[in-house]
């Protein structure tokens, strides 16, 4: 069992940043994050493979958004510059404990351990 504890959401207006962090509490293979805005569907954000490690990004957010780890104490950062008020969501941090092929990282029902969602709120 994995617990994924979650920080960092808030209220910013567009243009401005944000960070999220995710800890694990023992061994992932990679983790992820997922966002969902009221009325639409759970979509990935970015995934993070840890043996490249290698990183992985929805096209929305890519050269916006960066996810990094700290692997002295299993932290995955999500770093969100250039905020839109198309950003707004519940952001959830999810991870897997065995093998995921990369062209599937952002499919959610594959992740195993999901956090308890950080909101994320940008206006404009």
């Known amino acids: 069992q994995v617990h994924l504890v979650e920080s960092g959401g808030g209220s910013v207006q567009a243009g401005g940043s944000l960070r999220l962090s995710c800890t694990a509490s023992?061994?992932?293979?990679?983790m992820g994050w997922f966002r969902q805005a009221p009325g639409k569907e759970r979509e990935g954000v970015a995934a993070i493979f840890f043996g490249g490690p290698t990183t992985d990004y929805a096209d929305s957010v890519k050269g916006r958004f960066t996810i990094s780890q700290d692997n002295a104490d299993n932290t995955v950062y999500l770093q969100m510059n250039s905020l839109k008020p198309e950003d707004t969501a519940m952001y959830y941090c999810a991870a897997r404990v065995t093998y995921l092929a990369q062209p599937d990282w952002s499919r959610s029902n594959l992740y195993n351990y999901w956090g308890q969602g950080t909101q994320v709120t940008v206006s404009s």
């Open positions: 023992g061994y992932t293979y990679n």
